[in-house]
């Protein structure tokens, strides 16, 4: 479990860097904060918690692609496409997980 945590987090952290540039390249600036992290004092309460962020980060990239593809931004459009399906993986590896518990 800790290596598939560990794994997960760093593909999280290629994810911001990219949006990032992404940002960055676009001369744009986050209209948003981060949601604080919620941390569960077992595993079962983390990898729920961990399932709903990846419900609510494929939301999110969903209208960001959706939006994207409206503006004709191909680029950003297939950067979160890339991303989304990660997440998409991610909330099958915390379910999956989640029926073991």
């Known amino acids: 479990v800790q290596d598939q945590f560990k794994q997960t987090a760093i593909t999280e ?5 990219k949006i990032a540039e992404r940002l960055w390249y676009l001369e ?16 079962k309460e983390f ?10 980060a494929i939301l999110l990239y ?9 503006e004709g931004d191909v680029t950003t459009a297939f950067i ?15 379910t999956t997980m989640l029926e073991e518990v």
């Open 28 to 43: 744009g600036t986050p209209t948003i904060k981060p949601a604080p992290i919620k941390v569960g004092v077992s595993l």
């Open 47 to 56: 990898l729920k918690l961990d399932t709903k962020a990846e419900e609510e």
């Open 80 to 94: 979160f496409k890339e991303i989304l399906e990660d997440e998409e993986e991610h909330h099958d590896l915390f």
């Open 13 to 17: 952290m290629k994810h911001a860097e």
């Open 62 to 70: 969903k209208k960001i692609i959706e939006l994207a593809q409206k």
